[in-house]
Structure formats: C-alpha cells, structure tokens
C-alpha cells in the first residue's frame, strides 16, 4: 500500500477518537473536574489556615501528601525507565503501550511534586529553597533532580509525538478544527520524515532514552536518600535505593496494565491492545513482584533480627496499631499478584487487571506504612502530649487533594489522548516497513 | 472438735514445714551439684608491689559452663615462716569471687632460709561449705627492663635476680620470659624467650602504633615459674608510630559548605544532562531548518 494512503486510513481511524466526544466522556470530564474543584477549596482553606486543619502535627510531619509524591514519582521514573528500555525493544507490539507509558511518566512527574509542595507548611517561603539552596540537603539534591528529569521527560515526550503531529498536519481532514490544525503544525516544526529528518529524529531518541533510563535510577536513588540517610528506624536502610526502584516499577507496570484495560476498553482498541501486550506486561509484573516481595522480606526480617529498640518498637506498632494495612500491603498486595501472574490459565486481560489493581494499592499502603509509623514511633519517649500529636489520621483535606491530584492526573491524560492519537501511528508505519522488509527479504532467500 | 482441730494443726505445720524447708533443701541440693574451686596466686607487678589474689568459685559437675563464683567470701591470708602462721591480711570475695590483697614495695614478707616466701590463703568454712587452704611458695625475684638504642637499634633488656641474705644479686637462670605491649584489647606477645645468666636482650620491632605521641607500654613476663611465680615489669617508650586520632568529619547538612566532591559530581552529571538537552533542541532546530526548506504543501 502507498505510504500516503495508509497515513490517511490511519489518520481517518484514529480522528474519530481525537475529535468525538460522547456523553460518557464528557460526565467522566465533569466528574474529574468537581474533583479538582473540591481539591481546590481544600488547598484553599489549607493555605489559609494552616496544616492544623491535616492530619499532620510535630511528631508524624509527614502524611498521605508524601505517599502521594512518592507513589506518583514512583511512577514516573519507572515509566521513564520501561520506556527508555521499550524504545530499544524492536519488537512491534512496543508500540501499543509505549505512548501510554510516556504520558504517564510526564504527568506522573507532574501531578507528584505538587504534593511535596502540599506538605510546606509555609508555602510562602518556597522561594527560598532557590535562593538559599544547601547543596548537602537531599531536599536541594531532589529539587535538582526532579527539575532535570521533568524537563527530560518533557523533552523526550515531545521527540516521540513529532511524527505523529506531522502526520495529523499533513492528513487531517476538513473537518478537523483550525487551531488543531494550527498548533499540529506548529508542533511538528517541518517534520517531513525524509531519511536525513528521520535518522536524526531517531538519533536524538536514542540519546534521550538511554539518559532517562539512568535519570530515573539516580532521580529515584536520591529520593530513596530522603528516608535512608536518618537514623530513623524503618528508614534507615542500605537497599532503601534498589527498593524503591523496584517498588516503583511495580507500581509503574502496574498502572501501565490499567490504563492498557481502560483505553482497550473505551476506544475499543482491541486490534492495536492484544492479549499478549497483557501476557507480557503481567509477566514482567510476576516477575517484579517476586523482587518487591524479597526486598520486602528482606528489609522486615534483618530490621526483625537486629534487636534494635527502635525497630523493635516499630515492628510493635505495625503488628498491632497497622496490623491489617500491613498484611493488606506486604501480604495480599505482593502474595494475590504473584498467585494470579504464576498460574498460566488465570492470565485473563481482566485477571492481570485485577492483579494489577491489587498490587497498586498494596503499594500505595506500603508507602504509607514506611511513612507514618516510623514518624509515630520516634527515638525519645512521647510525654504529655495529647493523643493526636502523636497518632496520624488524615482528614478530608488531605483526602480531597489526594483524590484532585489522582483526578488531575486522569484529566490531563485524557486531554492528551484526545490531543494525539494513543497508538503512535508512526510506530504502525515504521512496523508495516519492517514487515514488509521481513517480507522482501523472506523472498530473497526463498529465491536463492 | 478435737480431732478436726488436730487435723488442721497438722496440716498448718505439714504447709509451714513445706514451706520453709523447700528452699533450704533446693540450695543443699543446687550446691552439691557444684564442685568448688579455691585457687590462690601472686603476682610480683611492675611497681614492685606483691599481689595476692584467690579466686573461689564453684563449678558445675555436669554443666562445665555452668560456674556460680563464691561472694561475700571471707579469705584469711597467712605468711608463714618454719610452724608460724603470722595473719598479715584479710579480703572478702567480690561479685566474681575474687578477693585481693596488695602489699607495697616496701612491704617485709617472712622469708625462709632457703630465700622462699610462704603464703597461705584460707577460707575457714561455714554451715553449709566447707573451709579451703591453698598454699604458695614463691621467691622475691627483682625483674628490671630497659629500653634504650644501642647503636640506633631499639634493643629490650631484661635482667632478673634475686638477692641472698647478705643483699647480694643472683641472677636467674632458665626462667622463661614474655615480651609483649599493651594494645588495646590485650597484651600482645612479641617476642618469648629465656633469662640465662640474669638477663635477657632481644631487638624491638620497627612499624608499632603507639599512643597519640607514639608511647608505647613494654611488658616484661614471667608466668607460672615453679619458683618466682608471676613477675611482671612495664617501661613506657616513645617507640611507636604517633597514632593520631582522625578529624572529625566536618561534613553535615548545617556545614557552611558541602564537601568539593559533591560539586564536582553534581556539576558533572547536571552538565552532561543539560549539555544532551542543549544537543536535543539544537538538532531540533535543525530539523525544522531542513524541513522549511523543503517547503512542501500539505497533503
């Protein structure tokens, strides 16, 4: 088929997606946007009033905004890192996921560090963390870091969408709307995909790829520092960095997993999104898992064996006060994943959802009980002080923000998709090259 | 009446008898389990003065491990000269079963014609344990070290004698001697060797750790000889290699400055990273060149 003709039958089977808005999808809009609002008012009333109407206090000074800023940078880098990794996959079905993974890796990056700002309790000062930096603090170290690495992503998100914009500039219809038109061209910045654009295109790909995959280990490794560098027990770890990255990828394929069910499912995507990114992706996440679950391990037991009061203490508290959060998060959110992705007739699209919506949570939790029990059980003995300066219990501020980041996050994901098309349609050019380069060859050697 | 008091008479005392007996009858029994170890020992140390120290404890006849030390002791110690006992002093077991007795330099023990001090240790016994005596006789042997550089090689000397009546010096023959330092745990041996003609010389080792200043504590040892028992002399020198503790790190999040390290790394790795971003957009912008230039209508 002519390069120009399928360009359009792609163009004209993806428009109806970026174009068409049903009532579904615009109560789904309205329903993430009363959540923001409702985030709104909260961080209104929050900044007016002070982190007096949170949950947090002098002892547990850390609360759900942290998990949120860990959980969704977590994503991020491991996003990073599995589309670094993909880019040099070249394998076809990469392309049906590797979109989903870069709009996740920036957003995540976006939506996160709004939470670490949440936990200023005097965000009119936020500006002196520019102006008096302190090169030793891993607060400045993750400033840098998560600067560097949005910009990178940003960057790389916007390599990879070139070609597609060039595409929707050159083959968008009449009835596509002018500042679509307008902005696609503008964009696209007179992409042609001749061989010259195309090979440094791709060049620049590859560098970037290769960069985000190690900025993601060190961005994640420095945040990991944030904990282990204090004595705090619970925190004070030596495979705090390896952990955290391996919980991140856990979370990030895992979240890959669901936005692959619900996009399969809404814009029925069932040819491009097959069982077997399914199979792949929940592998990789069995896989992942039975790591997370031996870092897990590993880290309660030699805290267990050590004898250390403070870890003794702690240990205490999550066995009694945590008792069910812990087994939900180190038990039921690693033991239920792996039980379903190692049995090969359980491996249904809605049984590694399933095992993906699982092992999301579990890790939220987790995050939860590495931040708030350690701060609950500190080195010296709490005296006379009231009840709820030492027990944490986030209140409906704190929920509402979490709820409008993880709604933001929806939002602006489901912006970009209407934006561009899910699927890259180049990688669907660049397969049917490949294959039909298989092909001629296939009938070379068939001729000789 | 009568027989229902008696009857729980009886039984009061039968419970009291229990009662009080259980105990008594449950230390008889732990102790005959033990068997007991009186050991009495002197050490001539290095000021001179004489050490007498008995260690009493009880060992478990089945359970080696299992040793319960004697406190509260009282051990008598003796100096005895032909049939006289002459008590020169009293100590009581400590916690770990040890009691001690120090007599200065100056002190005069009895002394025998054959030049032997007698010393007698002795526990005289109670209800339930029985006395123990354990007797010494050792010889007032002088151990002297020196430590000087003879021909610029650091050489130890050792001379030991003893002295006869008249206040003459005797020198010791085939007395097995211990070289060591004093390091931080323990002594550590340097050397071990013989005392012939009273004296003893070996070449003190290059490349010791001392002190701060690089002092070093000498230690000249005789242990267990079945005629002077434990002797021990100690010299202090500046032989060592000046220890010198190291510096605080300076380096914490209140520092004035971070460590040059970490400017080094983060410049290096935040310019590589920025340097490929500049790299990115500068062939971004050349894309865009070549795809002006090409100038074509959109399809």
């Known amino acids: ?448 | 009446m009568k027989s229902y008091l008696f009857k729980h008479t009886l039984i009061t005392f039968f419970i009291a008898v229990l009662s009080f007996s259980f105990p008594s009858i449950a230390q008889e029994n732990d102790l005959n389990n033990y068997k007991m170890q009186f050991s009495f020992n002197t050490v001539k140390q290095h000021d001179n003065s004489r050490l007498l120290e008995v260690s009493f404890i009880g060992k478990h006849k089945k359970n080696k491990r299992d040793i319960l030390p004697v406190y509260d002791a009282e051990i008598k110690f003796f100096n005895r000269i032909n049939e006289d006992e002459v008590l020169i002093g009293t100590s009581k077991t400590s916690k770990e079963g040890v009691a001690q007795l120090t007599f200065a330099a100056d002190h005069s023990f009895l002394i025998e014609n054959a030049g032997k001090i007698n010393l007698i240790a002795r526990f005289e016994g109670t209800e339930g344990m029985d006395a123990q005596e354990e007797e010494l006789s050792v010889k007032d042997l002088n151990l002297e070290l020196k430590l000087e550089e003879i021909d610029s090689v650091k050489t130890v000397q050792v001379f030991a004698f003893t002295k006869d009546s008249l206040g003459n010096k005797i020198p010791a023959t085939e007395t097995d001697v211990k070289i060591s330092i004093g390091s931080m745990l323990s002594k550590m041996t340097l050397k071990e060797g013989t005392i012939e003609d009273g004296t003893f010389e070996f070449e003190f080792p290059k490349g010791f750790r001392g002190d701060v200043n690089g002092d070093i504590v000498v230690y000249s040892i005789i242990e267990d000889h079945e005629d002077f028992g434990n002797v021990t002399q100690m010299e202090t020198i500046n032989w060592g290699i000046p220890n010198k503790q190291s510096k605080e790190k300076a380096n914490t999040l209140w520092s004035l400055a971070a460590p040059t390290w970490m400017y080094i790394v983060l410049t290096i790795m935040l310019v590589g990273v920025w340097a490929n971003y500049v790299y990115t957009i500068f062939n971004l912008i050349k894309l865009k060149k070549e795809g002006d230039a090409l100038d074509i209508e959109p399809l």
């Open chain 1, 1 to 448: 088929m002519d390069l120009n003709t399928r360009k359009r039958e792609l163009v004209n089977e993806f428009s109806p997606m970026l174009r068409t808005s049903g009532p579904l999808l615009k109560i789904w809009i309205s329903l993430l946007l009363v959540i923001i609002l409702m985030g709104l008012t909260a961080f209104v009333l929050q900044f007016m009033k002070g982190h007096k109407i949170t949950g947090m206090r002098d002892n547990v000074v850390w609360g759900i905004y942290i998990i949120n800023f860990i959980f969704f940078v977590g994503l991020s880098y491991s996003g990073a890192f599995i589309s670094g990794v993909l880019h040099f996959f070249k394998t076809p079905w990469k392309n049906s996921i590797s979109r989903i993974v870069e709009i996740m890796t920036v957003l995540s990056l976006v939506v996160g560090p709004i939470f670490i700002l949440l936990c200023i309790g005097r965000l009119d000062r936020l500006h002196y963390l520019f102006i008096y930096p302190r090169i030793q603090s891993p607060i400045t170290w993750d400033i840098i870091a998560i600067m560097t690495d949005l910009i990178g992503c940003f960057i790389y998100l916007y390599l990879t969408f070139i070609p597609d914009l060039a595409i929707l500039r050159d083959y968008s219809d009449e009835e596509t709307p002018n500042w679509r038109k307008k902005l696609y061209k503008f964009l696209a910045i007179g992409y042609q995909d001749t061989p010259n654009q195309h090979k440094r295109l791709h060049k620049i790909i590859s560098i970037m790829s290769t960069m985000i995959i190690a900025m993601a280990i060190v961005a994640y490794t420095v945040l990991a520092w944030i904990f282990s560098l204090t004595p705090q027990p619970g925190w004070n770890s030596t495979i705090f960095a390896p952990y955290f990255i391996i919980a991140g990828l856990y979370s990030g394929v895992a979240v890959i997993i669901i936005s692959m069910y619900l996009i399969r499912k809404y814009f029925s995507l069932e040819k491009y999104i097959r069982k077997i990114h399914f199979v792949g992706a929940g592998i990789v996440l069995l896989v992942i898992s039975l790591l997370f679950g031996y870092f897990t391990f590993t880290e309660y037991f030699s805290r267990w064996f050590s004898h250390n009061t403070g870890n003794d203490h702690l240990l205490e508290t999550l066995f009694t006060k945590y008792f069910w959060e812990f087994i939900l998060a180190n038990y039921i959110g690693v033991l239920i994943p792996i039980f379903i992705l190692f049995i090969k007739k359980l491996r249904t699209i809605k049984m590694i959802t399933f095992a993906a919506v699982i092992a999301v949570l579990g890790l939220w939790l987790n995050r939860y009980l590495i931040v708030i029990p350690t701060l609950e059980t500190p080195f010296l003995p709490i005296q006379d002080t009231r009840p709820e300066f030492i027990h944490y219990t986030a209140t409906w501020i704190e929920w509402s923000l979490s709820f409008a980041g993880i709604a933001a996050f929806f939002l602006f994901f489901t912006l970009i998709i209407k934006f561009i098309p899910i699927i890259p349609m180049s990688g669907i050019i660049d397969g049917d090259k490949m294959q039909a380069k298989n092909i001629k060859k296939g009938k070379n050697i068939k001729l000789k």
